[in-house]
């Protein structure tokens, strides 16, 4: 007989942590998760708003074509949410390079939006290489981490 993926998903509470991310429900974070990465951990969740994680994309890529029409020549790759994508799974949805370090962002509507297990998995991947990965919850937020990184 045996055990199914959904009937793991059902147990995985009991299980060992490092089963528990290949077995978790998609979009739970796990302990362990957040031992290894606990920047990634909410401190003070972000407050929830009307605006859709799309529209807050959108505003974020204008503002990176803005600036690129401005002459600052800034490279990015935005896997938009208008339409499912051919990318890597897990990918994050803006690669943005600038002053030599590209930033993944991924954006989330707010604080109880998770990472899915692709998602935290290429996150892992990108810590294990120093690239900067960040979970924003707005335009804002995507355009300080730039204006930052441009400023290092």
């Not at 528990?20 to 796990?30: C, D, K, N, V």
């Amino acid at each position: 007989m045996g055990w199914n993926r959904d009937d793991a998903k059902k147990v995985a509470h009991l299980m060992e942590p490092k089963d528990q991310a290949e077995f978790a429900p998609a979009g739970s974070l796990t302990e362990e998760f957040y031992k290894r990465h606990p920047e990634m951990a909410p401190v003070v969740p972000p407050p929830k708003t009307d605006r859709l994680e799309r529209d807050e994309q959108r505003h974020f890529a204008n503002q990176l074509l803005l600036w690129n029409s401005e002459g600052r020549k800034i490279p990015f790759v935005w896997h938009s949410t208008a339409h499912r994508s051919k990318a890597t799974p897990g990918t994050p949805d803006f690669m943005v390079g600038i002053n030599g370090v590209w930033l993944c962002i991924e954006f989330k509507r707010d604080y109880s939006c998770q990472l899915s297990v692709d998602q935290q998995e290429f996150c892992e991947n990108c810590y294990a290489q120093r690239l900067v990965y960040k979970v924003v919850y707005n335009c804002a937020e995507a355009i300080k981490l730039v204006e930052e990184a441009d400023h290092l």
